[in-house]
Each structure stands twice: as structure tokens, then as C-alpha cells.
């Protein structure tokens, strides 16, 4: 009853209250949409320098550019064969299946990766059919992602969500077979997911394409890193 007087007596006081109530959750509201969103708002910016224009001989000398036309986006995206559908992988066996990736400037330290793969969730996958790490050609291997701020180097879902924060010169260490190779990344380009381009084989030395989805937080686009061997395998 003593409550009841109260807020009838100070009916203002109540009504002040569930205003600065209702403002304060529409700006919680606002906060986490723009926490949402910055990741794919700034990423936007990186994409006008990454983005690829077609061209029939290439731009580096490296990989030339092949577009095809749209076609309908893979709904199972952590089926690495959804990727490239009109060039699935080739479910090879090699005489060692898996090994490690290590990328120390996103402090990923001997992620496992899957020849032939079928699962993104418990692996990096080496698609099928691309050259093995060390042999000569482009050796190609998929990450999945997601907002930057879910980012966990050892959850294979979220893995290469800072991949786009890679710059030129950072290396990619590998370890296959007992063999330890080290990549140099050269290029960065962010192409249409029905792009094949990052399949293009060249074999005048060892090459290592990454690729992962984005902006962060979608499976618009693709952003290809691009890195070369550097060293003698050791």
C-alpha cells in the first residue's frame, strides 16, 4: 500500500524512470548492433585494395583469373565440396593424410589439416587433388570464419576470423610428413565465391593459397591469401 501511494503520489518520478529505462535498452540495442556490424562496415574498406579485377593473363604472373557465372550459394558451408562445386575435390590418399599449420603472426600454432576433408568444423582442409606442401604447384587449403570477436585459433569454426588482418611478408609454417616448410605470404585478393582462379596451378616453385570466407561474419566473398616457399625445407 506504502509503495502504491508512492508512485501514485510521484507520477513524473515514474515516468521519468521508464523513459530513461526504454532509452537505455534501444542504446544497448544500438552498441551491439554496431559491435556486429563494424567488423563487416571496416572490412569493407580492406576489400576495395583486395579486390580482384579479372584479368586473362593476371595481375602478377602467378595465378590469372577465371570467373564463371553466379550460380546458387553452397547452403552447407562446412562441406569444403560445396565450395567449388563445378570442380570437386579429389578424394585422394596420400601416404600421410593430415598436418599442421602454424601462422604465428594470428597466433595459430599446428592447426590440423585434412587431405580431402569433408568436415571444416574439426580440421583445415587441403582440398583434394592441389599439390602437397613442399611440391611444386598451389597447394590449397580452407578455413572457416566468423566475427572477429568469436575469434578462437583453436576452434576450427572460428580459426581464420583475424586471417584478413594478414599482411605481405608474414609467413605460414607447415609441418608434413616430419618436414618443416615455411611460406611467405605474397598477395591478398578477395574474389566471388564461384571464382576458381585460387585452383590455378603454376609449377615453377611451391605455392600455398588460403582460403577463408568473408566480410567477417558471412560467406559473401572469398579472400584468397596467397604465399610462396621461402626456404629449404629444414
Known amino acids: 500500500m506504502t509503495l502504491y501511494r508512492y508512485v501514485k503520489a510521484n507520477p513524473k518520478k515514474s515516468v521519468k524512470r521508464s523513459v530513461y529505462i526504454s532509452y537505455g535498452l534501444m542504446g544497448t540495442g544500438v552498441l551491439i548492433l554496431l559491435w556486429t556490424l563494424w567488423p563487416i562496415l571496416s572490412f569493407s574498406t580492406l576489400a576495395q585494395t583486395l579486390t580482384k579485377t579479372v584479368s586473362p593473363v593476371g595481375v602478377n604472373g602467378v595465378f590469372s583469373g577465371r570467373t564463371l557465372t553466379p550460380i546458387a550459394q553452397a547452403v552447407d558451408i562446412q562441406n569444403p565440396n560445396t565450395w567449388f562445386p563445378t570442380s570437386p575435390q579429389k578424394h585422394v590418399t596420400a601416404k600421410v593424410n593430415t598436418y599442421t599449420l602454424s601462422i604465428p603472426k594470428l597466433k595459430i600454432k599446428d592447426a590440423l589439416v585434412t ?14 587433388g592441389t599439390p602437397l606442401p613442399g611440391q611444386y604447384g598451389n597447394a590449397v587449403v580452407f578455413g572457416h570464419s566468423t566475427l572477429p570477436q ?3 585459433q583453436t576452434n576450427y569454426k572460428t580459426i581464420f576470423s583475424l586471417l584478413p588482418t594478414i599482411k605481405i611478408g608474414d ?18 585478393v578477395v574474389v566471388e565465391p564461384t571464382d576458381l582462379s585460387p585452383l590455378e596451378q603454376r609449377f615453377d616453385d611451391s605455392y600455398m593459397t588460403i582460403i577463408t570466407c568473408v566480410p ?4 559473401w566473398k572469398r579472400l584468397n591469401v596467397k604465399a610462396r616457399i621461402m626456404k629449404t625445407p629444414s
Request: proline share 3%; no cysteine.
Open 150 to 152: 568469436f575469434f578462437n
Open 171 to 188: 609467413v605460414i609454417e607447415v609441418l608434413y610428413d616430419g618436414i618443416k616448410y615455411t611460406y611467405s605470404v605474397f598477395d591478398m
Open 115 to 128: 587431405i580431402s576433408g569433408d568436415d571444416l568444423t574439426v580440421s583445415l582442409v587441403h582440398y583434394g
Open 216 to 219: 567477417p561474419g558471412t560467406y
